[in-house]
């Protein structure tokens, strides 16, 4: 068993498995909030790493009983039996020892939250402004087909159509460890409807993915924040400009302002607005880490380096190109429509290889 060197970890992670079940259960971990939602992150971690390593071990134990019926038995039916399942669990083999190696590995404890989206047109004017509508529509399809509820906070509405900004919150299972690859600057080549020449031109818009805190990541003081009411613009029925529903909320010691007009109710534009506050504080600390390991992850530029070009989307040529890992398709419509799949999958494959080669497991 030396050649299976991973099967040595396997009593350390199973003993520390058996640990958290029983902490989870404590009364004393219940009570406290913040170390209870680690205990069941790190338990949900183990257990995929648990389930693992048992079908690793029982791939192990079929090699070695295989092994022994060959140097014992000499029916010749067994011995065949005995070489196809070892075969067959060794070609396996490999395949599971890369997947406990990935496991093996921290992962960004952020993967597992919500999101918050924000998309904000950049060069380009009335064109670009329209291109962050197309990304804001491309989202909202893939959200739909993820099974992931999108609740959009604040928006500013594009004089020619889409939007100058718009910001939405995305809950769901890991929205922000899949969201998290579309951060950077998306680029769009194409004739505006505003161009009477036929002439393509350049726009941009920047998507912005920011993990989203939970209140007891971020300790909020009252006296810390200064809260605005003012009416809301844009769609929204009678209470537009007549009811002071919209929240405007500055936190004072860092100056990070944020509004909320989403909701006819004050207290609800309220509510939405501390959690993005929240998110945008912890943000600031969570910033720190992402641009410590953007210079070792050419596929963390998303998130490291949010003025980085990462996509083109060329609609002459129905081509969408992203930068980071050179990889294209020539299907743009489908991907505007939502279908953004096989660019987050690549995205993770190179990430996860990135991983395991800092890791040297």
């Known amino acids: 068993m030396a050649q299976y060197e991973l099967l040595d970890r396997y009593e350390t992670i199973k003993h520390r498995f058996e640990e958290i079940q029983q902490q989870i259960t404590d009364p004393a971990a219940m009570a406290d909030m913040k170390r209870y939602v680690k205990l ?3 338990y949900k971690n183990l257990e995929k790493l648990v389930a693992v390593f048992k079908e690793y071990k029982n791939l192990v134990d079929s090699i070695e009983s295989g092994r022994e019926i060959l140097a014992q038995e000499t029916d010749e039916d067994l011995r065949e039996m005995a070489r196809e399942e070892i075969e067959l669990a060794e070609q396996r083999i490999p395949e599971k020892e890369t997947e ?10 952020e993967d597992s939250k919500n999101a918050i989206l924000e998309i904000r047109a950049g060069t380009g004017g009335d064109e670009a402004s ?16 993820k099974g992931w509820r999108m609740e959009v906070t604040n928006i500013s509405e594009g004089t020619a159509g889409g939007y100058k900004e ?4 995305v809950t769901g299972e890991g929205v922000y460890g899949i969201l998290k690859y579309e951060s950077g600057v998306h680029r769009v080549q194409r004739v505006p409807q505003t161009e009477t020449q036929g002439r393509i031109h350049t726009s941009a ?6 993990p989203e805190a939970e209140e007891f990541d971020v300790e909020l003081k009252e006296s810390d924040i200064r809260k605005d009411t003012y009416c809301s613009s844009g769609p929204g029925g009678q209470s537009v400009n007549t009811t002071y529903s ?10 990070i302002v944020v ?24 943000n600031m600390e969570y910033q720190k880490y992402i641009d410590e ?21 060329n609609w002459p040529q129905g081509r969408v190109t992203d930068h980071r890992i050179n990889f294209t398709v020539y299907n743009l419509p489908a991907v505007i429509n939502g279908d953004i799949h096989e660019f987050i999958e690549k995205l993770m494959i190179e990430e996860n290889a990135e991983k395991l080669k800092e890791a040297e497991i």
Request: hydrophobic share 40%; proline share 3%.
């Open 259 to 282: 509004t909320c007009q989403d909701e006819k109710s004050q207290l609800k534009n309220l509510a939405k607005a501390m959690s993005e506050l929240r998110t945008r504080i912890y």
């Open 246 to 255: 919209a929240i405007r909320l500055t936190h004072i010691p860092t100056g």
């Open 130 to 145: 329209i291109f962050a509508g197309d990304l804001f529509r491309m989202y909202s399809k893939f959200c739909e087909q």
């Open 40 to 42: 069941n992150q790190e």
């Open 166 to 169: 718009i910001v939405a919150k």
């Open 293 to 313: 390991i953007s210079s070792k992850r050419k596929t963390m530029v998303s998130t490291g380096d949010r003025s980085a070009k990462i996509r083109t989307y």
């Open 100 to 109: 406990i190696k990935l496991l093996l590995v921290p992962a960004d404890p």
């Open 205 to 210: 818009a920047t998507v912005a993915v920011l």
